[in-house]
């Protein structure tokens, strides 16, 4: 019995680092068993000779004369462009460059290292290298160090090109905005953020401090009693994350037979919302709102702020939701679709049951047996009152047959990440993101951004960044005022709120601030957020905001996005260099390409692969008999294994991916180099080590 933990616990490392160990063995046994004695004499001096034949040939063939034809492209593209404003001008700008880099070093190394080997054999050049003292080994090394020295070389032209390119852009725009506001030819909301654009620069390369999670409150929660409230009128919801393992959950409705109830159970508590009037009007809703729910707007013009709540008892939905917040149960099922009624001013149960069929439907979200991860939510469905719960107030299992204990199995709710909060608390779903409502400043309800462990100088100001979507109620439809959105910091060791600072943001554009550094003290803080403009609603998500850490080289920014590029390139020619070992050219294009997007096209195919595809295909054919629905099932589920198979052991090009980040100016971490380096080890060494071994035993002399 001793023996089976270490049994098992090395199936799991095996399975965890399986390319890591195919790569291992495969240069193993290529180099010290095939290839022992010519890895003995390998001279680097030989290799070098072999790449430079490689590359003049490259050089001589005017390779580097597409480079001008990439430039005069970008450059014409460029000018089409139709920005938001001057960032977004330069930001279009370095991906166009980036693109048409990219692009042109991986063409290029697969029509090099696809053509030159299989030329050289058809034109016999191959005979004079081989019957030299030159081991196949350095020929295959010779020819990698060549074409990626022709990378090398494209990429310094592209990047010399894309950083004189960008600053003249970026300076000739700052000089445009600099006379528009000396002449005070600017929109008054636009001014700060073209004033930013002046001080700061276009071309940046920043670090941010990371939240840990994204919350929405009716107020500003404290740490007194532990309860967090949201809004009611289905504003906001509390999402409560569970973990069930799968095989304690029926695959079918048949399945289920016999098993109890599975029952969920939460204490809500609720109150009476101070100071706010509601509506039913369905009118007064953003346009991006569900038409299918009530809202609230809690202040209209011509109604006192704090008149009275709704008179109607306040009730709860509840609602059973995927691990990403979507539903997974209609709604219909869940109390036949009636809101539980709760008690003003008291902390009142909501409890459910779930049938046999929301248990299946919720244990097919179960992958390869895995846990299975989701939520249920708490949604107040009246108006006029907040609906708040506690960390360890809800409860999840199935119901026990005796009356005086309620489950014969408990889960409790289980936090998204170590760090994050064991609830969620949403606001509603716009197109861009969850809305938060404007009102006025002291009922307006606030999203929380929450920081923890941060390393904050305490000294000076910190730059905040926010880039939101603004929508309006509708109410008033002469309402073009400027949207008031108020940031504060809370420090949750001293407990102390900042002064307000008030930004005016733009739709879709980045409005600029910067918030004290001393209120960040001990870097565990929350960043408060708060719509002072009644009838105003902003979209927001965890990206939408950035506190910006420090504002580092762009210069240097550029060099790792093109050193990467450039690790991309020699995986290519790895590839590229193995196919054509014992294909035609032609065919070795097209295999290098599929290698190249076979991962990624898998990718693509998301949640056709997932288990339980078969079924689903046979019942979209509509078949019938038995027999052949159990063919057609079951070669769909083997197609798609195979194909997930297949998927692993090719290389996740995505590991290369560099344009996001510095179009966004954000500061490439050492850690994307390391990716990049780590592909390459896995695929493209033990790909050289093939070459190797193929063209040792290929007879390409007399």
Known sequence: MSSEPSILAASDFFFRHVGLLVAAGIVVVGLLIFG????????PARIWAVSSVSFTDAIRRRVLWITPLA???????????????ELDAIRQTTKFCLFATGMLVTLTAIILACTNLPKEIENRVIFTIVTKPTTRLEIVLGKVVGFACVSAAILLIMGVFTYGYLHLRSWTMQREVSQRLEAGEVDPALRPTLEHYVSAGLLNAKEFYRPQDLNFYSRLPGEDTGVRFTSGASEQSIAIPFEVPADDLPV???AADGLPPMRFVALVEVRPTKGETATEDASAMPATAPTTQSVRIPYLPGMEPDAPPDARRPAVFVEVLDRD???LVPSNEINGGRPIEVAPNEVSPVAIELTPANLAAIRKTSVDGSPVRFH?????????YEYGTRVGAAQLGYASPSPDKLFALEYPSVPASPDALPISFRGRMGNHGQQLRGDVADVAPVAVYRYRNQEVDETGEVPVEVRSFIERSGVDDNDEGMTNLQLQVFNRKSNTLSDPVVIHPENGRTAYANLPASAMAGGNFDLVLKVTSPGH???????????????RSFALNLFKSLFILWLLAILVVAI?????????????????????LGRWGVLQLGDALTPGIGRQV?????????????????TVESLSRALQALSSVLPDISRFAVTEDIERGIWIPLGAIGDGLMVLLLFGLPLIVLSYVIFRNKEVAP
């Open 36 to 43: 022992f004695k010519d890895l003995l004499r390998l001279s």
């Open 71 to 85: 430039i005069v492209g970008v450059i014409l593209v460029s000018q089409f462009q139709k920005p938001v404003d």
């Open 252 to 254: 079918t409705v048949e």
């Open 325 to 327: 917040f979507f539903t």
């Open 376 to 384: 249920i939510g708490l949604r107040g469905a009246v108006p006029g």
């Open 537 to 551: 609603w902003i979209s927001l998500n965890e990206t939408n905001l950035a506190l910006v850490e420090a504002d």
């Open 576 to 596: 590229a260099v193995f196919c054509s070992t014992f294909l035609s050219w032609p065919i070795a294009v097209v295999l290098t390409v599929v290698i190249l």
């Open 618 to 634: 046979v019942t979209d054919l509509k078949l019938t008999g038995a027999a052949e629905s159990q063919v057609v099932s079951n």
